[in-house]
């Protein structure tokens, strides 16, 4: 009987550990990133949600035209800081990417915007026609075109973009989209909502 009381002890030891460090790490993550929420939670216990998608991403877009509305109509949402890392697979991801940090006043709509008008964009005749799109997105919520087209050109703004990029896969090895860390748990690929409202629910609860 001793013998397994203290096999248990190291075992706990082992699971209070790692759950503190992935807590360290997702905490750290989103200070040392400066990363501002897309939403932040109204009530003093709150879940944080990172979001790492990218904008060609059909999974992405389903997320956020289906699971995301969900959320946000449950009585949970209210509970959430929810973060957006720009995790680009492909040029044209990496240029909307670009466009939605180009001003954090409007970030959150063009996200929306962006994967609302995902099999418009993405259906574009030809790449000519598709930066018009993701740019017209931008324009239409209050981007100058000088503006848009100095963030385009911005080298420390597409390297910050980049950056970012790294230190997801090398932090919290994320490698496909959408990845999410709730609180630091990862969860991979979209899911339906009653999922996700079952772990908020559970990381509120502890």
Known sequence: MNKIKYLILPFLFLLIEN???KEYKYK???ENNKLIPLHQAVSAESVDIIEFSSFSCSHCASFHNETLIELKESEFFDHINYYVVDFP???AAFYASVIASCDQSIRPSYVDLVYANYDIWTKAASGEKMIELLNSYGLQLGL??????SCLTNEALQNEILGLQVASQETFGVESTPTFLINGEKIQGNRPST??????KKELNK
């Open 19 to 21: 759950s503190i460090s």
């Open 28 to 30: 750290n993550f989103i």
């Open 89 to 91: 697979l492909n040029q």
């Open 144 to 149: 100058e075109d000088e503006q848009l087209q």
């Open 195 to 200: 999922e996700f409202i079952k772990i908020i």
